[in-house]
């Protein structure tokens, strides 16, 4: 008896078929692409936190790594808190972080005021002056009054030299405003309706139906003035003459790009400035810069593809 024994058959690998309604990024990526897409987002990771590491690292090292490293220090070695506690000592840095403080939050806090008040009368439908006022201010984001008509009317208000110098003239982005607008339109009417039948006026509309139904973009908003007033840089340029009231955008300008010394740094109680160098110093300097972002950032990122993709689209 005789058993009949068929050959192995061939394996073929038929080309991949795109399933039908469905597009190409859509698809299962393939070993290749996922070899692609991990190594490209790798480059990018590493050109991001590559630069952050070594001015951390290098604020963190003593003068005399900082001197073997011949610059920006790669690998931890002698790490110390020598460079914050000379900024921290009391001097330029010190102030000027008090300043950032008092502009992030005052700032950002009548920013917030003032956008959603206006983003709430632009977004009800038939309120008084509803077009006209919506079409001037999208003429502002396309042309404004200049540097120095800006200049003259900030001085005629008596705010050069102040602080308020650093808030009033930025206090107003209608870029968020106008991204605020669109996300209340989307609140649902049947709320606004039933709040209506309730009894409710447009203030307890805007506090109890509209505000807690768009946490996302007011989230996303907070986020973009705080950092804005927190990096504030060409008001304080133009404004602020007086060293004192310098926010810390500024110092890192002065004392970072241009070069210049550190004052008041040469009289501690931990060797003064002869022991610390002004690279270290000044990279002190930049990551108390980057404090704010890593801070928010957590909080806001489940928030910020929603806030930024509703109010974009519709409106």
């Not at 972080?97 to 038939?126: D, E, K, N, Q, W």
């Not at 649902?188 to 946490?215: H, K």
Request: with cysteine.
């Amino acid at each position: 008896m005789s058993t009949l024994i068929q050959p192995p058959r061939a394996v073929t690998t038929a080309p991949r078929k795109r399933a039908k309604g469905r597009e190409v990024w859509e698809e299962t990526p393939t070993w290749f692409g996922q070899f692609g897409k991990g190594t490209v987002l790798t480059v990018v990771c590493a050109l991001v936190v590559v630069p952050v590491w070594a001015v951390v690292l290098t604020s963190l090292s003593t003068k005399g790594s900082i001197n073997g490293a011949g610059g920006l220090v790669l690998v931890p070695h002698g790490l110390s808190l020598q460079n914050y506690q000379l900024i921290f000592s009391g001097g330029t840095v010190s102030q000027a972080l008090y300043v950032s403080l008092f502009v992030t939050l005052i700032g950002t806090a009548l920013s917030m005021i003032v956008s959603v008040l206006c983003a709430y009368g632009l977004s009800r439908p038939h309120s008084f002056g509803q077009r006209p006022l919506l079409l001037m201010m999208i003429v502002t984001m396309f042309f404004n009054g200049g540097l120095i008509p800006t200049f003259l009317v900030v001085s005629d208000l008596k705010l050069y030299g102040s602080l308020w110098a650093m808030i009033l003239p930025s206090m107003v982005n209608v870029f968020n405003i106008l991204i605020i607008r669109s996300f209340f339109q989307n609140t649902a009417a049947e709320m606004i309706e039933a709040a209506r039948l309730d009894g409710a006026n447009e203030w307890r509309l805007l506090w109890s139906v509209v505000i807690p139904t768009s946490r996302p973009v007011l989230a996303v908003m907070t986020m973009f003035y705080a950092v804005t007033y927190w990096g504030t840089f060409f008001n304080a340029l133009l404004y602020e003459p007086d060293s004192r009231k310098w926010p810390l955008a500024m110092v890192i300008y002065e004392y970072t790009y241009s070069g210049n010394q550190m004052p008041g740094m040469g009289t501690t109680g931990i060797g003064g400035l002869q022991n610390a160098s002004q690279l270290g110093l000044q990279m002190c300097v930049v990551s108390l810069s980057l404090v704010p972002i890593i801070v928010l950032t957590p909080f806001v990122q489940k928030h910020f593809a929603k806030g930024m993709l509703t109010g974009a689209i519709k409106g």
